[in-house]
T-cell receptor, first 116, second 114 residues
Framework: AQSVAQPEDQVNVAEGNPLTVKCTYSVSGNPYLFWYVQYPNRGLQFLLKYITGDNLVKGSYGFEAEFNKSQTSFHLKKPSALVSDSALYFCAVRDPRSGGYNKLIFGAGTRLAVHP | DVKVTQSSRYLVKRTGEKVFLECVQDMDHENMFWYRQDPGLGLRLIYFSYDVKMKEKGDIPEGYSVSREKKERFSLILESASTNQTSMYLC?????????????FGQGTRLTVV
């Protein structure tokens, strides 16, 4: 089955420390992978994507993610967390079964809490 | 700036009412989507539209219908609202370019059915 897993419901980090939000996927073929962030009472905002090319992709607000094909992972990282990074983070993958419709499969989300 | 606007941030409706959620985008995107967001379940696709008057069922279409009469507007309709449709509803739009483009989301509508 095509799926995305975010194994942690919540991640707690102290401000200034590095952060990692984990994502693993299971899809056939080459994956198109996305990270989105949702601040309280807001819609989702795009952070970054992996389509092809370099395994390390850089995105908005200092975030980056590393695509690891052998581990089928696409973990989100930031070298130094800010309190303002506290939000809900979603990993998503294009559903290859959806053909030209290119639907996305979303993970359940990980709540990041950055403490001062 | 790219914009997807949902007509209401918060709605409270009674069981059995017909409910309309409206979404407008100003980016001339062909693809539009309706998701519902529930804690621990992530986003689940209700319906999507790949062009005017074209629609496809998503993963959880039961109890919902949609309308897309104009390219910029995509409406979600709850035919007879029920308490299990209490949720956050998110609209999104995207260019139809092989799946490698990001989606743009509205701010969400939190619907409570009482």
């Amino acid at each position: 089955a095509q799926s995305v897993a975010q194994p942690e419901d919540q991640v707690n980090v102290a401000e200034g420390n590095p952060l990692t939000v984990k994502c693993t996927y299971s899809v056939s073929g080459n994956p198109y992978l996305f990270w989105y962030v949702q601040y309280p009472n807001r819609g989702l905002q795009f952070l970054l994507k992996y389509i092809t090319g370099d395994n390390l992709v850089k995105g908005s607000y200092g975030f980056e993610a590393e695509f690891n094909k052998s581990q089928t992972s696409f973990h989100l990282k930031k070298p130094s967390a800010l309190v303002s990074d506290s939000a809900l983070y979603f990993c998503a993958v294009r559903d290859p079964r959806s053909g030209g419709y290119n639907k996305l499969i979303f993970g359940a989300g990980t709540r990041l809490a950055v403490h001062p | 700036d790219v914009k997807v606007t949902q007509s209401s941030r918060y709605l409270v409706k009674r069981t059995g009412e017909k409910v309309f959620l409206e979404c407008v985008q100003d980016m001339d995107h062909e693809n539009m989507f309706w998701y519902r967001q529930d804690p621990g379940l992530g986003l689940r696709l209700i319906y999507f539209s790949y062009d005017v008057k074209m629609k496809e069922k998503g993963d959880i279409p039961e109890g919902y219908s949609v309308s897309r009469e104009k390219k910029e507007r995509f409406s979600l309709i709850l035919e007879s609202a029920s308490t299990n449709q209490t949720s956050m509803y998110l609209c999104a739009s995207r260019l139809p370019s092989g799946g490698n483009t990001e989606a743009f989301f509205g701010q969400g509508t939190r619907l409570t059915v009482v």
